[in-house]
């Protein structure tokens, strides 16, 4: 990573080792985002920083101030409880950080401090202690190791905690330190390391130890935060960064805020209902101020109007009418929607967690949400950018076959087979196939744990060799050895190697491809032993030789291969190369194999195979020595400094031989071909994009049914200039203009896009391949991954995105989508923590797009549409009163009414939707996947929806307040001959408004369970419990509404006009819809039954 790496000496820090701690908690995590004294003010900060609180805070203050037409109650309670609930809710998430950050600061760590072990808290680490590690124990910072168990100077880790990988790794204490015991380390030591960087790969440093020449440290020798120490009994690090510092906690946090298109619909949405507001309150103000001019007459009992009267119009005055007509409309703008929508994004969440089908059976490790604020985008994804290793494949390889000096060889049975005569295995001991697998054998980065090396020194105890014996136990032996080079004689190994056969060895790798291609030497004949500090140990057959390793060039995504130099029994200096063929081929001397060997190679990437070419060069003497030479004098204290070290020996690596290639099989994901062609009926586009070259890229999407064989394919290969880009884009343009039935694939290369991305080609290169069914794009970097998803993302058509991988190259792409699906991979959990939803299997993704992802949005889009439509109803009873009383700013209704109706009377209904609510089962979802089209580009949120929703709200409305006036109108309602008034006309509406759209909220919903139903029933029950309990009480809020509801309750007619009501309200839209499900006859064959529906 470019950004991360330090250029100068000014960028570093120096620590003491073994430095005592000065009493602060540097190594303390924190990932609480709030503390107890100050949790009060902060979240109240926040909670207001929105707009829509900031507004309801401000007609809160506003009700408070004037004489309100209502009480202040109405406004304070819903506030209250608001901003409470979403406390209560950050609150709990922040308690269950608290309490993760206390396990983990408080967990008891061994420090050595003057020579003697001491036990402190994690927390009290600090830069310079000296930490020792148990046998499997998790290294509580990131530490440089000093010290180790044994005399190899070597420990070894495991960092799944940080990246997955399972696999042993091999952490080396510096030479001049290897075999120190804790209690003579030097004293003095320094250690300079550049100021912390999120790169888990990416380490430089110096070790100064006094009386000696400094020493460069690598990664090779940090021990990073959350690993764990296997097959080593303790190791000794000096802490170099701690707490918020280290490489995990850097690598934990998350890169940024994504918003789901809903979001905007409901931005929309409010705007519309402000303007409607604002609309509201000028117009009743300027009908209030026509009607005190025009018609004074009605002084006589309304008392003195302030703008027909003969007493001066003040701004107090104005204002005063203004603010009263908005606190009587401001009910419109929905007040509970913001916390009920925080509700079912946060149960959502947890239902995903819960989800069994969504649990790996091998592992049970469920999926995980890690943002609520998405669920219903999972609703709305059109392209779908998916890596191949890993994602698409198992990352499991298998090797299949190779090319040796031109001829290939396939693996079978454990034998190896000529393609050209299969008749009978070839001998795996001639001279060209042993040293391609002796080649395969030692260039890897492979370790054996210590078990099977205390197991192979127990097979070997029989020879009765205490050399070999001494080795296995990593020993130093006690004699010298036989010859000058400190390498074992072939006889003398024979010798004793001859005796017992060693058995399966269970190696430890974190490349796949390495262990495949290790394993497959062992099982045709050369068995890699293990090491002896710097010597390699391989068995071919009944002989036994040893390697001295003097250097490994290490494989980097831009060399795309790996060395190792040695040195043989012979005193002879060799070069082992593997990479892939781009890597190797022009280092390469023989033309002629290369011309082969390439022939070769394609022919496995179009069977769907992994290639390698292996390649060798036997370096002189004194060209090594040379090197070396030059090495020694490099100043090591930057990275640019350590890259030139590599650079030199980078230099070694010309004039190679080519031996062949190996083909390795990486086996497809359960179920992808079948999620693939479910995703495509619904209406998704995919696009893959892998570093694997075109051919290999190829043949697994035909596997996996991504690219069809019938479809026809454009490729757009190997381009290297903007002339070259515009005659390949007019090209596609013209095929895709041709009359076709076929599917239009388009296969692109990494070279080439780097043509086209921020390039002018960029639009016309967007147009061709949004028109096409499949892409294919190879040979990517991580940084062109992101960049494609960003060109996509941002088209004129504005598409909604979603990117799914496995690996750490993968998290920019993640990143830069819409929705980021992880999966924890072989390759790591780095892509799994930094998505937005992480799952074991990538067939999976079918269930959160098609089944998820259609109830979410479904039920999100419900909600939001029914919060408005009920605010709708209410305001529009508030404003037809004032029509009846003059534009005098009376409400119709008691304050407690309006307090209570989103908290209590209308809430639970709601909430229970949220978690219950299909339109379509899920069996139905998976088996016709097309219904996953119909909620596409946010339709159930259009505006014609909207408007909709708007136009019915506006039609239950007039008929709640048509019909309860012409029931009043004669002032008596009932038998015992008492007038009506105003509370009691208000109590009329007020159940109308309740019953009406609890019963909406019925009708509108398509999957009536027993607790949804329930929840009607309560809600509209509750209503009617409360309010004879309010009638009953002399409890005189804004008026008398003693005995209003049980004068109601007793009236035949009043019931009467509930049925009236209720059938002339929503008998209407009972026929639209069932008049919109004839018409659109969308009959749907679910296993023996037929429904019909609409969406």
Known sequence: MKGNKVSSASETRLIEVGAPADGRKHNKIKTSRYTLLMFIPQNLTEQFRRIVNFYFLVVTFIAIVIDSPVSPLTSIAPLSFM??????????????RHKADGRVNNQIVEILQRGVIKEV???????????????????????????????????????????????????????????????????????????????????????????????????????LRGSRVKNTEWAIGCAVYTGEETKLALNSKYAGNKFSSCELAVNGFLFVFIAILVLEVFISFGLKVYN??????????????????TSAVTVAGILQDIFSFL????????????????????????????????????????????????????????????????????????????????????ERDKLLYDIGRFEEPVDTRQADIRFFFKILALCHSVQISNEDMKRLSARLSMTGDLQLMNMFRRKKPKKAVANGNGVVDTSTWNAMMSVNNVGHID?????????????????????????????????????????????IIEFTSERKRMSVVLRDKDGKIWLFCKGAESAVFPLCVNQIMVDDTNVDINSFANKGLRTLAIAYREIPDEEYEKVCELIKKQ???????????THQFRMLERDLTLVGATAVEDCLQDDVADTLASLRRAGLRIWVLTGDKVETAISVAQSCAHISENSRQMYIIGVDNDEAIKSHLEECKRILAEPSYKDMALVVDGKSMSWILDKPAAPEFTEISLQCNAVLCCRLSPLQKAKIVKLIKHSPSRPITAAIGDGANDISMIHEAHVGFGIFGREGYQAARSADFAFTKFSMVKKFLLVMGHWYYQRLATLIQYFFYKNIVLGNLMLFFQINSAWSTQSIFDSLYLTFFNLFFTALPCLVLSVTEQRWPKELL????????????????????????????????????TFGALAIKHSVINADMKAMDVWVFGAVLFHLLVLITNLKLWLQARYHTFYFVLSILLSVLFYIGFNLGYSLINLQIDGAILGTYTRLCSSLSFWLLNVLVVVTTLVPDYCYRYLSDSKSKQFVDTGGSVFTTRL
């Open 83 to 96: 901003v409470m609930v979403t406390a209560v809710k950050n609150g709990y998430e922040d308690w269950l």
């Open 121 to 223: 808290r994690n927390s009290s680490i600090a830069p310079g202690t000296l930490v020792r590690v148990k046998r499997g124990k998790e290294v509580p910072a990131d530490l440089v190791l000093l010290c180790a168990e044994g005399e190899k100077g070597k420990c070894f880790v495991t960092t799944a905690n940080l990246d997955g990988e399972t696999n042993l790794k091999t952490l080396r204490v510096p030479p001049p330190l290897v075999g120190y015991t804790p209690d003579v380390l030097p004293q003095g030591m320094r250690i300079e390391v550049p100021n912390p960087v999120a790169d888990l790969y990416t380490f430089y440093g110096r070790l100064e130890i006094p009386s000696m020449e400094s020493l460069p440290l690598t990664t090779d020798n940090l021990m």
């Open 292 to 309: 005190d001019i025009h018609y004074q007459n009605r002084d006589l009992y309304l008392g003195p109007s302030l703008y027909g009267g």
């Open 327 to 410: 606190l009587l409309y401001y009910y419109i703008i929905p007040m509970a929607l913001y916390v009920t929508i925080e509700l079912y994004k946060f149960t959502g969440a947890l239902f995903i967690g819960w989800d069994e089908e969504l649990r790996c059976e091998e592992t049970g490790k469920p999926a995980i949400a890690n943002t609520s604020d998405l669920n219903e985008e999972l609703g709305q994804v059109e392209i779908l950018f998916s890596d191949k290793t890993g994602t698409l494949t198992k990352n499991i390889m298998v090797f299949k076959a190779c090319s040796i000096k031109g001829i290939i060889y396939e």
């Open 507 to 551: 190696y430890q790798a974190s490349s796949p491809d390495e262990k495949a291609l290790v394993e497959a030497a062992d099982r045709l004949g050369v068995t890699f032993l293990g090491e002896d500090g710097n010597n390699l140990i391989v068995k071919l057959g009944d002989e036994t030789e040893m390697y001295e390793r003097l250097q």
């Open 635 to 645: 100043d090591v204290k930057s990275a640019e400094a350590l890259q030139q070290v």
């Open 926 to 961: 998976l088996r016709d996947p097309t219904l996953y089209r119909g909620i596409s580009r946010n339709k159930l949120m259009s505006w014609s929806r909207f408007s909709a929703w708007l136009l019915i709200g506006v039609y239950h409305s007039v008929i709640i307040y």
